[in-house]
């Protein structure tokens, strides 16, 4: 496999367009937690009640189309390879939950990559969906269009008054987690996020890192969600989600200018010597490369580094994760491996720009 | 500081225990202290699993400091009659067994729900095509209802008129299905 492939493969099609704000936010996705009313969950269901719901999938939706999104492909967990599975993980296509539940656990993902549906995870059905830059209330109609094409061939669980019923009561009513992944440098920073962060929360809303729960913000990339999702519509928690992301978007810019300010020799400093170390290094842990390709990306957003494309940030995060390397090196790989052979991945990519 | 027990480690906590007034300084580290039993730590880092199965076992703060085995938490143990989970298994895992479990368990519901979404207990969003039945229209009649009164207060009585046609159309479509639902 040619570098030029293999990154073809880390970034997905839809991640190449530009949203709006895309100069902070990455991406913006919609997942709606569904169940089977007929079916016990996934959490007590047995194998064979959850074959039956597996083999139901790949005969109704596998190579199906719907609207934009051609040739739905139903995948089994099993019939992949931990490192593949991975892959997907580190792609953000399915979860890590799903890629352990190798028994029954399958996906149906878009060949763009745009929408997966996780099957047999907590829930019966997951449905994901992205769109570039931010994009939430796009989003939303397009995973409630694909909820309603889904649902022309299943009954799902619900209840009047308690809405979508999902087997863990945190996603009970809309089944709806909005998400939104920002890259805030300034604000990391200058230490202003963290006194952020608690207000952030008295709103309902929850800031993560990159790969979800408990995952630590590598390379200044954030997820700002839900957490509620009964007793406000999904247009009302979407329009929350939005205020909260376009005020961070405002502050992000405010301490980016004033960085600019104030210390533009020091910022500057700061941006060439990770260029450098991306450039030079022999051996780089994936920290390392998070937090030099969070300033890079800094600077080529703040107009100092011209010729390196804007998507490398989400790029080489992804290319450089653990799951991909291995991938690439089509083998497994010990992490000392994996780090001299991250540090040669991101010199080639660099130099592919020039 | 050196760890007073292990003599290798830098002491990082500093009790002062009184034992019949008398006063003692214990300077010890983290690996001592547990072994010693001065602190309990929990068994992994704190959750939010943990935090949320937490907030479920808000009504027996006795069942928690009790023996294993409590009698209350048998007395009136609920189950779901189709995947058999009980409510204290529910309580336990954090998760429901299937769509039936939210009838079974209703009683003691609203308060989890509550806690886990800032007071609300009543679903505001999308009604699903099928199953919905006639929802989606009862839900129009209301948004309908509401347009009328902000209207009427407003005194804008000539779009407040053609609300109140909708609202009669409607309503009209509403028994035409519940007539047709009965036959």
Redesign the interface.
């Known amino acids: 496999m040619t570098l030029k492939d293999f990154m073809n493969e880390a970034i997905s099609p839809w991640m190449r367009e530009n949203g709006p704000d895309s100069d902070i936010v990455l991406s913006s996705r919609i997942r709606l937690a569904r169940?089977f009313?007929d079916?016990?969950?996934p959490?007590?269901a047995t194998e064979e009640e959850l074959e039956e719901i597996k083999a139901f999938f790949k005969s109704s939706y596998d190579q199906q189309s719907f609207d934009d999104y051609q040739d739905l492909e139903f995948i089994s967990i099993q019939d992949l390879s931990t490192i593949e599975r991975r892959v997907l993980v580190e792609k953000h296509l399915i979860s890590p939950l799903l890629a352990k539940n190798t028994q029954a656990g399958a996906t149906l993902i878009s060949s763009n990559e745009q929408v997966s549906v996780m099957v047999n995870e907590?829930d019966h059905i997951r449905i994901q969906l992205y769109y570039p830059g931010l994009q939430l209330a796009k989003a939303l109609k397009k995973a409630?269009a694909f909820?309603?094409w889904l649902?022309?061939k299943v009954?799902?669980?619900?209840?009047?008054?308690?809405?979508?019923?999902?087997?863990?009561?945190?996603n009970?009513?809309?089944g709806?987690r909005a998400s939104v992944m920002m890259h805030l440098p300034a604000l990391a920073l200058t230490k202003q996020l963290n006194r952020m962060i608690p207000a952030i929360n008295q709103l309902?809303l929850v800031v993560r890192g990159i790969y979800g729960?408990?995952s630590e913000a590598l390379g200044n990339l954030f997820q700002i969600s839900n957490q509620?999702?009964?007793?406000?519509?999904?247009e009302?928690?979407i329009s929350d989600l939005q205020g909260v992301v376009q005020q961070l978007i405002e502050h992000e810019r405010h301490a980016r200018e004033r960085l600019m300010q104030q210390s533009p020799t020091k910022l500057a400093d700061r941006i060439y010597r990770s260029l450098g170390v991306l450039e030079y290094s022999r051996i780089m842990e994936s920290k390392e490369a998070a937090n030099c390709l969070s300033d890079v990306r800094l600077g080529i957003d703040l107009d100092m580094i011209k010729n390196i494309s804007c998507t490398i940030l989400h790029e080489l995060m992804v290319l450089t994760q653990p799951g991909f390397l291995q991938h690439y090196a089509q083998k497994a790989l010990t992490a000392n491996e994996r780090d001299v052979l991250r540090a040669t991945l991101i010199r080639e990519r660099l130099q592919l720009e020039k | 500081m050196e760890c007073q027990e292990c003599h290798k480690r830098p002491a990082t906590i500093h009790l002062t225990q009184v034992i019949h007034g008398k006063k003692m300084q214990i300077n010890v580290c983290e690996e001592c202290a547990k072994l010693k039993g001065y602190f309990t730590y929990p068994e992994e880092a704190y959750?939010?699993h943990n935090l949320?199965t937490g907030l479920f076992n808000f009504d027996s703060p006795k069942m928690e400091s009790g023996t294993n085995n409590t009698p209350i938490q048998h007395r009136n143990d609920l189950q779901c009659p189709?995947?058999e989970?009980t409510f204290s298994q529910f309580k336990r895992?954090?998760?429901?067994?299937?769509?039936t479990c939210?009838d079974a368990f209703s009683s003691q519901?609203d308060p989890?729900?509550r806690r886990?979404?800032?007071?609300?207990?009543?679903?505001?969003?999308?009604?699903?095509?099928?199953?919905?039945g006639n929802?989606h229209l009862k839900k129009q009649m209301e948004d309908y209802r509401n347009q009328l009164k902000t209207l009427i207060e407003e005194e804008a009585f000539e779009q407040a008129a053609k609300v109140r046609d909708q609202i009669k159309a409607l309503d009209a479509q509403i028994r035409e299905e519940e007539a047709g639902d009965d036959k």
């Open positions: 169940n009313a079916a016990v969950f959490t007590v907590e409630f909820d309603d649902e022309t009954n799902y669980a619900f209840d009047e008054t308690k809405g979508y019923l999902t087997s863990c009561p945190t009970v009513g809309t709806m309902g729960e408990g509620i999702t009964l007793g406000k519509s999904e009302d928690i | 959750t939010l949320l189709t995947c989970l895992s954090g998760k429901f067994g299937c769509a939210y519901l989890i729900l886990v979404h800032s007071g609300n207990t009543k679903h505001a969003g999308k009604i699903p095509k099928r199953k919905g929802l």
